[in-house]
C-alpha cells in the first residue's frame, strides 16, 4: 500500500527527521527491499540500524530507528522516523495499515494458525480466495510480530481480501497479533506436540492457538478441525458462526474421498454447503487434504464459488521446503520437507514416503526441537520407520535412538542414490537440512 512518512509518523507517535516522502510497503530486510519502500531495522541477533545505509542505497523512502544519531555519530541520513522501539512501531503501523484497508476488505479477513499446516493451509486458502477477489497473504511464513505487520503494508491498495498466518511459541502471542491483523475469519487446522518446551503439554497449545478464536467479532467465523477434539472444542472459546471441516461425518466441509497418485499426491472429493467439489492437490501427502478443506470453507465464508476455489487449489504457487514432491536428475523421487517438523507432520511425512512405490526408501531426518520429552517423541517416530519398513537416518542427532551421522555426510551419499529411491529429508528449521535437500540436485 502507498502511504506517506508523516502518515508513519503520525501512527507510530514518532519523530520525522529529514524530508516527507512518498513510500510503498516495508521490509525488515535491506537484502530484499524494493524501491520506495520503508525500512524497519529489527534488533535480533544482528542490529538491523546496521543496515540502513545499505537499504538507502538499495532505494527505500524512508526509515524506522530508534537511535538519535547515525551509526557513525553523524546526523541521521535521509527521511528517518525517530521510535524508542522499532518492533512495537512496526506493530502499530501494522494496525494502522490494517483499519486503512478496512473498507475494502471489509468481513474478509482470514487468521490462519495451528500446529500443522497453517502455511500450507494459508497458500491454498489464497489461492482459492484469489480465484475471485485480490487477495493479500502472508509471504512464506511471515506469521510473527514483524511478518502479519509487513504483510499488511505490503497489500496493495485495491485489495479485497487478506489471508494472514499467525504462529506462536507462548501464551499471549496470537492475541498481540490479533490485535494487528483484527482478523474476521479463523482457521485452526489442528493441535500437536510442537512447542511443548514451552507450552508444556497439548491442552497447553490449543489454549494459544484458541487466542486466534476468541479473538473473533460475534459477527466473524471461526473454522475449525472436526476432526480434532481440542480444536472443535474452541467453539466455547466464541459467539462467533462456526463452520468445521475434515473427514467426520458432522463437518461442514467433509472430505468424502482421497485418492492418492503414484507421487502421494491427493485428489480430494468434498461436500460442501456450497456444492460437490473436487481437485487435486498441488503438494504431496494424504493429510494435506485437510489442509485443502479448510481452505475451501474459508473460500466459501468469502463468498467464492467452490468450483473456481478448487481449480485454484490445484495450480497454487506453495511455500518452498514443504511436501514437495520432484524426480531429481539422477532418478531419485525426493520429498522436500524440510522446513520444519514435530512428530505429527512428521508421521505424515513418512507415511507419505511409504505411499510412493519404491525399490528403496530412505528418511533423512533432523531433530525435531521444542519438544518437552524429546527422547520419547523421536523414539516413537524411529518405531514408526521401522513399521513401515523405512531406513530412517538421523542428521547430528541421536535422540531416535540409533547411529546418527553428520550433515556432511549426509550430502556426500546423496550421490549413492538413483533410480527406483525414494527419499524424505526432514527436521526442524535448527537442522539446516536445506544443504541436503540441494545435494540431490
Given at each position: 500500500m502507498r502511504f506517506m512518512a508523516t502518515d508513519v509518523a503520525h501512527a507510530v507517535g514518532g519523530r520525522l527527521s529529514g524530508k516527507n516522502a512518498h513510500l510503498s510497503g516495508a521490509s525488515f530486510d535491506s537484502r530484499t527491499?524494493?524501491?520506495?519502500?520503508?525500512?524497519?531495522?529489527?534488533?535480533?541477533?544482528?542490529?538491523?540500524?546496521?543496515?540502513?545505509?545499505?537499504a538507502l542505497a538499495r532505494g527505500a523512502g524512508a526509515y524506522l530507528t530508534s537511535r538519535e544519531v547515525g551509526t557513525d555519530g553523524a546526523a541521521l541520513r535521509g527521511t528517518a522516523i525517530v521510535v524508542p522501539d522499532t518492533v512495537e512501531a512496526l506493530r502499530a503501523l501494522g494496525r494502522w495499515a490494517r483499519m486503512a484497508l478496512g473498507a475494502r476488505v471489509g468481513n474478509r479477513v482470514v487468521g490462519i494458525t495451528g500446529s500443522v499446516g497453517k502455511t500450507t493451509t494459508k497458500d491454498l486458502a489464497a489461492a482459492a480466495i484469489g480465484s475471485a477477489l485480490r487477495v493479500a497473504a502472508s509471504s512464506r511464513s511471515f506469521n510473527n510480530d514483524q511478518g502479519v505487520p509487513i504483510t499488511l503494508l505490503n497489500a496493495p491498495d485495491d485489495c479485497e481480501a487478506l489471508v494472514l498466518e499467525m504462529g506462536m511459541r507462548g501464551h499471549g502471542e496470537i492475541t498481540r497479533l490479533t490485535e494487528v491483523g483484527l482478523p474476521i475469519i479463523g482457521v485452526v487446522t489442528a493441535i500437536a506436540e510442537a512447542h511443548t518446551a514451552l507450552l508444556d503439554n497439548l491442552d497447553g497449545i490449543a489454549?494459544?492457538?484458541?487466542?486466534l478464536i476468541a479473538a473473533l467479532p460475534s459477527d466473524g467465523i471461526a473454522i475449525l478441525n472436526a476432526d480434532d477434539e481440542r480444536v472443535l472444542a474452541m467453539q466455547s472459546r466464541t459467539s462467533a458462526r462456526v463452520i468445521t471441516f475434515g473427514e467426520a461425518p458432522s463437518a461442514t466441509v467433509r472430505i468424502t474421498q482421497v485418492d492418492l497418485d503414484h507421487r502421494a499426491h491427493a485428489t480430494v472429493h468434498m461436500a460442501t454447503p456450497w456444492g460437490d467439489v473436487s481437485f487435486a492437490l498441488p503438494i504431496a501427502g494424504r493429510h494435506s487434504a485437510s489442509n485443502a478443506a479448510a481452505a475451501i470453507a474459508a473460500a466459501g465464508?468469502?463468498?467464492?464459488?467452490v468450483q473456481g476455489a478448487g481449480a485454484a487449489i490445484t495450480a497454487a504457487p506453495m511455500s518452498p521446503n514443504r511436501m514437495h514432491v520432484r524426480t531429481t536428475a539422477g532418478g531419485v523421487v525426493l520429498i522436500d520437507d524440510c522446513y520444519n517438523a514435530n512428530p505429527k507432520s512428521m508421521a505424515a511425512a513418512l507415511n507419505t514416503l511409504a505411499a510412493i512405490p519404491a525399490r528403496r526408501r530412505t528418511a533423512f531426518v533432523g531433530v525435531m526441537a521444542e519438544l518437552k520429552d524429546p527422547d520419547i517423541a523421536h523414539r516413537l517416530i524411529a518405531s514408526l520407520a521401522r513399521r513401515l519398513e523405512i531406513n530412517l537416518v538421523a542428521v547430528d542427532t541421536n535422540l531416535y535412538g540409533g547411529d546418527s551421522i553428520t550433515l556432511q555426510s549426509a550430502i556426500l551419499q546423496a550421490g549413492q542414490f538413483g533410480d527406483g529411491d525414494a527419499v524424505l529429508v526432514k527436521g526442524s528449521r535448527v537442522a539446516g537440512l536445506e544443504r541436503l535437500v540441494h545435494a540431490f540436485g
Open positions: 527491499l524494493t524501491m520506495g519502500q520503508l525500512f524497519v531495522p529489527i534488533i535480533a541477533e544482528r542490529d538491523g540500524h546496521d543496515f540502513i545505509d545499505d489454549q494459544a492457538k484458541g487466542e465464508a468469502c463468498g467464492v464459488d
